[in-house]
């Protein structure tokens, strides 16, 4: 079973990000939509609230599930058995950014991550 990772704040839920949802259920049996807990970051809205947001969005989607985490995304990935971790790509910037992360993650872990372009609408 390919199991894939979506990790994010998801603060709220964009319509890029339901684009990505969709897009990575192509390639995957299922998709865990990971909202990160960071206790230093200032959220818009409550865990809660971006659960019943995201729950809303992907109501149609049944391979898709929502969990929360706090740590490292790579342990959560071990914890859920995931083999990959989808990441958006929107610029040039954030294509470097995340090479870095990706390559790091594969080397002490063995997960891969997969880029997706946004669409650019």
């Known amino acids: 079973m390919k ?3 979506f990790p994010g704040s998801f603060d709220p839920i964009t319509l890029g990000h339901l684009d990505i949802i969709q897009r990575a259920l ?9 909202i990160g807990e960071n206790s230093d970051k200032k959220n818009l ?5 971006r659960i019943n947001f995201i729950s809303k969005s992907i109501s149609s989607k049944p391979r898709a599930k929502i969990l929360s985490y706090s740590g490292l ?7 859920v058995k995931a ?3 989808i990441r958006g790509i ?3 910037i ?3 950014f995340e090479k870095n992360i990706a390559e790091i993650n ?12 946004s669409d650019s609408k």
Do not use: P
């Open 3 to 5: 199991r894939f990772v």
């Open 73 to 79: 995304t790579t342990n959560f990935c071990k914890e």
């Open 83 to 85: 083999s990959a971790i």
């Open 90 to 92: 929107r610029s040039a």
């Open 26 to 34: 192509i390639i995957c049996d299922e998709l865990i939509i990971a």
């Open 106 to 117: 594969r080397k002490l872990t063995g997960i891969e991550t997969l880029f997706f372009l």
């Open 45 to 49: 809205f409550s865990l809660n609230e």
């Open 94 to 96: 954030d294509f470097e």
